[in-house]
Each structure stands twice: as C-alpha cells, then as structure tokens.
C-alpha cells in the first residue's frame, strides 16, 4: 500500500491543506508520496497554495499573485472554517521550505502542480523557472504535474524531470494528446472517468485517481488499471484502517 498511495495537499481532514506540519506527519506514519500545489506571489516567491484567493485558509481574501509574500507571511494560515484556532500558529510555506522538508526524506517523492492562475499572472515560462530553481536540491525527488498541457511541454524542454498530466475531461481529444505529450503520469479527477466497462486509455505512464477516502474503494480501482491512489486520509489508510468517505 505505501508504494501506491500519495497524500493529496498532505492530510487536509486532520491539518491545514499543504502545510508543513500535513507534511511532516504523513512522512512520520510511513508515507511515501506526497502532492503540492504552488502559486507565485506578487514579488516573485513561490508559496504552497492550491487556490489563487487566500481566503480559504487564512480568512483573508487576497489573491496570492497579487500579494507581496511578506503580508502572505504575515497572517494565520490555519483554515480556521475547519479548524477554528487550532492552528493560528502556522503560516503558509514557502516552495523552499518544502524542499526543505523533502530533503530531510530522502526515500519521499513529491508530485508538486504547477496552477494556472500563476501562469497567467507571470507567464509559463517564469513560474517554470522559479520552481526549477527552488526545486534545485531535490530534483531528483520531484514530479511537477498540472492541468496546464503547454506548462509540461515546457518542462520538458527545460528539464529531464518527470511530469504529470491532470487530464481535464474524459474525451477523444485528450487522449490524443496524452498520447502526443507521452506524460510519466495521467492524472485524473474519479468523478471524470466514465462509466465500466470503458477501459483507460493505453499509454507509457501510470495512471493515477484523486481522490480516494475509503480503503474498500482502492481494489476495484486497481483492478480497473490504476496504479496509484491519490487520498486525503493517508494515515488511516497507512494504518490498515478503512478510511471515510
């Protein structure tokens, strides 16, 4: 189970969503992917974000492209809809705090998205760059992934890395193109795929669902052809637990 289970933003049912705490306590119970979401701030810094708006998890709606990253630093991060004051202490991090981080677990991989609010704001090419730069000590750890087809092209004239595909819909067209793009992983949305007995497209990469709570659900997955399982309660499933829906 650990070789095919990723921890989706870290453990968001049990820590704030891509905190370095998330991080730091799947990695203690055993697990051995884990997945990012990087946005670029107004001055440049790349910082652990899905979102483009902070309101979600620090209660202030502000776009991160817009804001320096000193007033990001600056407020409580703790997803407080979720966890009241539980977390006020935590803040958002920094992409190289999460090199950081996957430095000190050395045997840790790290499938880390690049979004497209950040690409529109300052351009693929740049926020392919800063994350490649920061990313630099823990290359050979890293797996950039995105919704953005053009973004993993561009990874792969700049670097050797690996990358993923989040394929957007379920269609002919794009599996041509994951064809064309030849991505070391498909990634896809369960509730994208359509309905058995339609088989998954045929390809070099592995294929990988998002997002999966309940251990009863994994087999059937696996069975259908998927390799791995992206999920929000790793722990649990680490555990031989059954997870939640």
């Known amino acids: 189970m650990i070789d095919i289970l990723i921890a989706h933003r870290g453990e968001p049912e049990s820590w704030p969503e891509n905190s370095l705490a998330g991080y730091r306590e799947v990695l203690r119970a055993g697990a051995r992917y884990i997945e990012t979401d990087v946005q670029v701030t107004a001055d440049g810094i790349p910082i652990l974000s899905h979102d483009p708006s902070l309101l979600k998890i620090t209660d202030h709606d502000q776009i991160v492209t817009d804001t320096p990253y000193a007033e990001i630093h600056s407020l409580p991060a703790g997803h407080p809809d979720r966890f009241g004051d539980r977390?006020?202490?935590?803040?958002?991090?920094?992409?190289?705090?999460?090199?950081?981080?996957?430095?000190?677990?050395?045997?840790?991989?790290?499938?880390?998205?690049?979004?497209?609010?950040?690409?529109?704001?300052?351009?693929?090419?740049?926020?392919?760059?800063?994350?490649?730069?920061?990313?630099?000590?823990?290359?050979?750890?890293?797996?950039?992934?995105?919704?953005?087809?053009?973004?993993?092209?561009?990874?792969?004239?700049?670097?050797?890395?690996?990358?993923?595909?989040?394929?957007?819909?379920?269609?002919?067209?794009?599996?041509?193109?994951?064809?064309?793009?030849?991505?070391?992983?498909?990634?896809?949305?369960?509730?994208?795929?359509?309905?058995?007995?339609?088989?998954?497209?045929?390809?070099?990469?592995q294929w990988v669902v998002y997002t999966v709570n309940r251990a009863d659900e994994i087999g059937p997955l696996l069975e259908r052809g998927f390799d791995m399982i992206e999920t929000n309660v790793i722990r649990s499933l680490l555990a031989g637990e059954g997870g939640h829906g």
């Open 87 to 205: 977390f006020l202490d935590l803040r958002i991090a920094t992409l190289a705090e999460f090199a950081g981080l996957l430095a000190a677990w050395p045997d840790a991989r790290a499938f880390v998205e690049i979004k497209h609010a950040s690409i529109t704001a300052f351009g693929t090419g740049r926020v392919i760059d800063v994350m490649l730069e920061t990313l630099a000590g823990v290359l050979d750890q890293c797996i950039l992934i995105s919704f953005e087809y053009a973004a993993l092209e561009s990874v792969r004239k700049r670097s050797a890395l690996p990358v993923g595909w989040v394929v957007p819909h379920w269609d002919e067209d794009n599996r041509r193109r994951a064809t064309d793009l030849a991505p070391d992983y498909l990634f896809v949305n369960r509730k994208r795929l359509p309905p058995l007995p339609a088989p998954l497209w045929e390809g070099p990469w």
